[in-house]
């Protein structure tokens, strides 16, 4: 059981409250989804259910916060820690190995649980979240959704009584959806407390018991299950939320049909020439002769499992690693990899590691050519991304989808003839995802070409022309969206292994 009273928090530097929840109850064996728009304060009522808030993010907190009656304002945070798990936004950032077997013990071990305990919850772990075929392989040569997968196995070795996810799906394909779900619902069943802080909703729909709409740092509305699942998407979009229903909603944006990309001559930016790639320690091959080819004014999606290859073949197009074999041709001439890092944006899924500024400003700054426009086409920018009021912030202080969209902003600003992303929208909510998805477009417009990595089906449908299927045998599908959304469907719900409303 968990209750808050009068609880108010104030990030430090920052003059507004960004948190004020005069009272919350959440029962034993409850499942609660925390939704509202990007930078609402979802992630900061799971900070202070953690103890993060204050004890790590520094900032002016008041109120009370009870576990089981306890007043977890008088408990460090490894306390707590025993009876709340945590699995956050970026994965990455709670490892403390290189290893997932001695990362899912690494807890147990701290707390002097005894080695046969530890093995039978780590047993549990790995078959609960399936993740046997990963238990042998290092961290830092996993996906980001399998990277997902070892965090949410690593906190429920603890056998905590309140678990909370903090955007658990951002980095998972369907089929790992699927699995997380089954996982929640195990955790119900189990009477363990579930709190979701989340913008993709739609595989939550049968699975949590009520719903609490944040804005503005304050619970401005809340739903039993049956009133939210009662919302169409339209009524979900006008509260900046994603659907609930997938498959149902009708793109917003107008795609280039097959006509006019023939009418615009297939203008070939980049193309990849039998492509191959292993990584050197493992000996693994990842990608086989791959070939491809991008054309100007088109966005591309490129979807597939996760650990299929499609985050590496990203790293390989901008230069970050270096193919084994085969060539990339940017017009006339073949690019080394060195040359490529130079010619060629690469928007990071871990955009911490791409953020120099020291304001939200002077970040669009940097690698940007001096232009008697630069300063009006940051602001422009800036506001179109709702990131404006945020200008003189480190980026740092900002939420992930804040984060996102602003290296969204800083690619579409440097305006490189090829862009490459890697699950940008992550963090995103209905709005901020559809002026992403503008941003975009805009680029492309610009005989620029652009290829997005992405798990997300609504944001494909919203914003790209074309879809590429990587499998094991390479490219096995090409579509052109306008005409042929049925095959998109078709490749989430079965090859991809995803769900349709839950």
Known sequence: MISFKDVAFTYK?????????????AADGECILLTGMSGSGKSTITKCINGLIPEFFEGEFS????????NIGNLPVYEISQYVGSVFQDPASQFFTGEVLTELAFACENYGVERAEIKTR???AVQIIGIERLITKKLKDMSNGEKQKIAVASALTLMPSIILFDEPSSNLDYASIKILGNVIRSLKEKGLT???AEHRIYYLKELFDRVLYINGGKIEKEYTAEQFRALTNEELHGLGLRSLNIFEDKPVRRFRNAEEFTEKGE???IALKDISFSYKDSGKKILNNIGLSLYKGDITALVGKNGIGKTTLLRIISGIYKEDSGGIVMGEKELPAFARVKNINF????????????TVYNELLIGAAESPFLHKKIEEVLKRLNLYDLKDMHPMSLSMGQKQRLIIAASYIRNSAVTVLDEPTSGLDYKNMLNVSAMLSDLASEDNTVLIVSHDYEFIMNTCDRLLFLDETGIASDIRISENGDAVKHIFEHFIGGIING
């Open 194 to 196: 579930v709190i979701i």
């Open 13 to 25: 530097g920052k003059k507004d409250t960004q948190l004020k929840v005069p009272s919350f109850f």
């Open 347 to 358: 928007v990071m899924n871990d955009v911490d590691y791409q953020l120099f500024g020291d």
């Open 122 to 124: 780590m047993e549990y």
């Open 267 to 269: 203008t070939c930016v």
């Open 63 to 70: 109120g009370d916060i009870f576990i089981k009656e306890l």
